[in-house]
């Protein structure tokens, strides 16, 4: 979307011998008059003015050198015909035109019949016609007329003629000057006025044509409607759309992301909001590309522009770089194609922090803050978008451009801040804080800039020790969150975490020996848990681990020290050895506290294996004596059955 203005670079000006030492030297009044008839007759201007002398520097009498006025200045619109002035007594007055330059006005100077002293006034009229013209901010057809209104003097009254309703639509708007129905009335010191701006359009007197533009993978179907008359400018548009969508994609960076459906049209102020163009693609299989027939070729590029548009999230992205990718577009394109230029434009000086810059909303009868509020944000959009591609090159923006497409997701300013810096490797904090953020966020920024910086070191310390990114990466998806107090906290933690970090190694290097000395396989789940920034945890498996290798160790020496046939003759069916394996195997799956019990196991065996053997051998005499009674028993009860008479 671009915003229409009209440039007025001249002012109304007499050219005295000397220069007027007081305000109201001359006092100048004006009366001009519009007629606007399109397909009927050309636009016609008239100019009724009053010149009263009030400097006392031209006295007729004065003995010294005589000063008068013999001219005056006045801005007419570009590609003005039938250009004449007459004085107040019908005589015809000289009448020249300077220069065009880039605005909608020229200069034409008119030569008074007489000498103009103090005390005097001076009347003329000058009138000039409008046929067939197209000019920055101006055009003139059968069917459509964009023309900037223009009045001066210290007084001026303007009306403005145009059709009646039918079949027509007629907006006029007042600029600078208040209005009462179709006259407007305006007051200054010498100056020239944009009183207000006029467009007459036919909207059904439209003509169309359809063609198809290759970009890159895609085949874009495109229909273009203008209004009739306008064949040529038409054919014009569609070159600009065939040569320029292909580049405007290798300036982005990216492929086009769109549908293969597009909609180019001329539209009247209705149409466009009150801007000189507007791009919607509301729906996913179409998009709308509509511009001002009074719109330059610029303005036609940063509409196209737009339709790479859907990776910014902010307005200001979306302008600054539809402007920047144009003028771009403007200069790579081949000689002679972009034939017309906007008007120049002053800096804004409006002071807008482009965060604060609002959604687009209609300009029509829109109020002058609205306007210069509108201006600022183009105008300071694409100065710091210059800004930024000086700084980090336009290579840079393209990067970003890209990361963002393939992202799937458009960008606000602190994201897009995040990746500049990044992919453009500089910092550019202070350039966003002076243009885009409000002043509150210079706190935000300043503990972002230390969250960064703390990461970056603890990312350095980490690498060395070749621990995992797993903590750095979780500080840093605060970071870019804009969470810094959560970064911050978290970075905390992790430096006082790693304080105790050698000590740790050091105990894990010691272990590892000492489990290594007794046969041991230490299971890395130690090193995992430090390597994960899990020191306490670490901390934790590794005293479990310090005990079970120790419980390992001296269970193993029982075990294995020389026995008599008692202590062997105990630990028939207990052998240690094999709580000494299951200990090995805990251990080297890393389930400390279960090798430290089968250890221990082991070596309780060891122990008691002299008490072992006293049972096992009591148990025998038990079981041999309870064996002895039932044979006897046995033995006696066989006998008395052997004789049952025999006495008891």
């Not at 197209?134 to 210290?154: E, K, M, N, Q």
């Not at 909303?361 to 930024?388: K, P, Q, T, W």
Request: aromatic content about 8%; hydrophobic content about 40%; some cysteine.
């Amino acid at each position: 979307m671009t915003f229409a203005t009209a440039s007025l670079a001249l002012l109304l000006a007499v050219r005295p011998a000397p220069a007027a030492t007081a305000e109201d030297a001359v006092h100048i009044k004006s009366h001009v008059s519009y007629d606007v008839r399109p397909g009927q007759e050309p636009v016609h201007v008239a100019w009724d003015v009053t010149f009263e002398n009030n400097d006392p520097q031209t006295t007729a009498e004065s003995e010294d050198t005589v000063f008068f006025y013999e001219n005056l200045t006045i801005p007419v619109l570009r590609g003005a015909s039938a250009v004449s002035a007459i004085s107040s007594s019908g005589q015809p007055l000289a009448v020249s035109l300077g220069e065009p330059g880039r605005s909608a006005t020229v200069s034409a100077y008119v030569s008074f019949d007489r000498a103009v002293f103090y005390g005097e006034s001076y009347s003329f009229s000058l009138s000039y016609e409008l046929a067939e013209v197209r000019a920055p901010s101006l055009l003139v057809t059968p069917s459509y007329v964009y023309l900037p209104v223009i009045a001066g003097g210290d007084e001026s009254t303007v009306t403005v003629s145009s059709p009646a309703s039918n079949g027509w639509n007629v907006t006029l708007e007042a600029s600078q000057c208040a209005q009462n129905g179709t006259t407007f009335t305006c007051s200054g010191a010498d100056a020239a006025f944009l009183a207000a701006v006029l467009e007459v359009s036919k909207p059904d007197a439209t003509a169309s044509l359809a063609f198809d533009v290759p970009v890159g993978p895609k085949n874009i179907s495109v229909t273009m409607s203008y209004f009739q008359g306008e064949s040529g400018v038409a054919e014009h548009m569609k070159d600009l759309v065939t040569t320029g969508l292909p580049l405007i994609q290798e300036l982005y960076g990216f492929p086009y992301p769109g549908p293969t459906k597009l909609r180019v049209a001329q539209g009247g102020q209705q149409a466009v909001l009150g801007y000189e163009g507007i791009t919607s693609c509301g729906q996913a299989a179409n998009c709308s590309v509509i511009v001002s027939p009074a719109a330059d070729d610029i303005t036609v590029l940063h509409e196209l522009a737009h339709l790479w548009s859907g990776i910014y999230g902010k307005r200001w992205l979306s302008e600054g770089f539809a402007q920047l990718i144009a003028e771009e577009a403007a200069r790579a394109l081949p000689a002679g194609l972009v034939a017309s230029q906007p008007p120049e434009k002053e800096p804004s000086p409006t002071d807008l922090r482009l965060d604060e810059w609002g959604n687009v909303a209609s300009l029509i009868g829109a109020n002058e803050s609205a306007l210069n509020v509108e201006n600022a944000g183009y105008d300071r959009s694409l100065r710091f978008v210059h800004l930024l591609e000086a700084e980090v090159g336009g290579e840079a923006l393209r990067q970003v451009n890209a990361a963002l497409a393939a992202s799937g997701t458009s960008a606000d300013s602190k994201r897009y801040l995040d990746l500049i810096e990044k992919l453009g490797g500089k910092r550019v904090d202070d350039l966003f804080a002076k243009w885009v953020f409000p002043s509150s966020i210079q706190p935000v920024l300043a503990k972002r800039r230390l969250a960064q910086e703390r990461l970056q070191e603890l990312i350095g310390r980490a690498a060395d020790k070749s621990l995992s990114t797993d903590v750095p990466d979780d500080i840093r998806a605060n970071i870019d969150a804009w969470r810094f107090d959560n970064a911050i906290a978290a970075t905390d933690k992790a430096e006082s975490d790693f304080a105790g970090y050698e000590e740790l190694e050091q105990a894990l290097s010691d272990l590892t020996s000492d489990a290594e000395a007794q046969g041991l396989s230490l299971s890395p789940s130690i090193s995992d848990a430090i390597q994960n920034w899990e020191f306490d945890k670490g901390r934790r498996m590794l005293a479990d681990a310090v005990l079970a290798v120790d419980a390992y160790a001296s269970s193993r020496e029982q075990v294995d020290a020389r026995r008599g046939l008692w202590k062997r003759l105990g630990l028939v069916g207990a052998d240690p050895n094999n709580d000494l394996t299951h200990a090995s195997e805990a251990f080297a799956r890393g389930d400390f506290r279960e090798s430290l019990n089968h250890a221990n196991q082991a070596g309780a065996k060891a122990q008691a294996a002299s008490g072992m053997a006293f049972r096992k051998l009591l148990g025998l005499a038990l079981v041999s004596a309870v064996c002895a009674g039932g044979i006897g028993t046995a033995i006696w009860t066989s006998r008395k059955r052997e004789n049952p008479f025999s006495p008891v």
